[in-house]
């Protein structure tokens, strides 16, 4: 009897044991995911800054960053760092981009002047919008660098969607390469044309 009485007591003792270990197992576990969370936000938001700061912020990297963080108030640490990843890599791609444009106007000032715009006038005729005006070999030859005109123009702008037969634009007729990349950049990141609603990161580039 008595050796069955140690035998259960020490069975009891070991399933104790294990339990408390697994629970630390599991504390520790949940605690290192929630550093993983922090430090995987900490670097989206580095690589976002980054990209913001050179003109090349995509418009849903913020947004991810933000659901990361509110998965991690939740303690839904994986979906924290899937999200805060993928913003990263958005940003980084978003910088990659950047860098890739900058060498590319650079060889072209290399070699030959950024295209000028003739006249530094443009009249507006039907059917015309700021993508094929900017497209014009004439004008800038690249369609991207349509927020040159928006920016020059922003006075007869209200909607960068929408302009009218008539209109007379001022042209930039020698953007420097900052500006042209600039441009380029609104333009690439700037999502779908819309009537009706002036873009928010349309705002934004004015103010720059």
């Given amino acids: 009897m008595r050796i069955m009485n140690t035998l259960k007591l020490t069975s009891l003792l070991a399933l104790i044991f294990a339990v408390a270990i697994g629970c630390s197992s599991t504390s520790t ?3 290192s995911l929630e550093q993983q969370a922090k430090d995987a936000i900490a670097a989206a938001k580095k690589a976002n800054k980054e990209a913001k700061s050179v003109g090349y912020e995509w418009r849903d990297t913020g947004k991810m960053i933000k659901k990361a963080e509110k998965a991690l108030g939740a303690e839904e640490y994986e979906k924290a ?6 913003a990263r ?4 791609n978003a910088i ?9 106007l650079a060889a072209e000032l290399g070699s030959a002047a ?3 715009a003739g006249s530094g006038q443009y009249s507006v005729m039907s059917g015309d919008n700021l993508w094929n005006i900017s497209a014009k070999p004439d004008v800038y030859n690249n369609p991207y660098q349509w927020p040159l ?3 020059a123009n922003s006075d007869k702008i209200k909607d960068a969607d929408l ?3 008539g209109q007379q634009f001022a042209l930039n007729a020698n953007p420097s390469s900052a500006e042209a990349s600039a441009a380029v ?8 044309w819309s009537l009706g609603a002036v873009e928010d990161t349309d705002k934004a580039f004015l103010a720059q």
């Fill in 163 to 165: 302009i009218f037969p």
């Fill in 185 to 192: 950049a609104h333009a690439r990141s700037r999502g779908s």
């Fill in 29 to 31: 576990d949940g605690s």
């Fill in 149 to 151: 005109i928006y920016k």
């Fill in 96 to 104: 990659a981009q950047q860098r890739s444009e900058n060498n590319r």
């Fill in 114 to 116: 950024l295209p000028v």
């Fill in 81 to 86: 760092i899937k999200l805060a990843n993928k």
């Fill in 89 to 92: 890599r958005q940003a980084e």
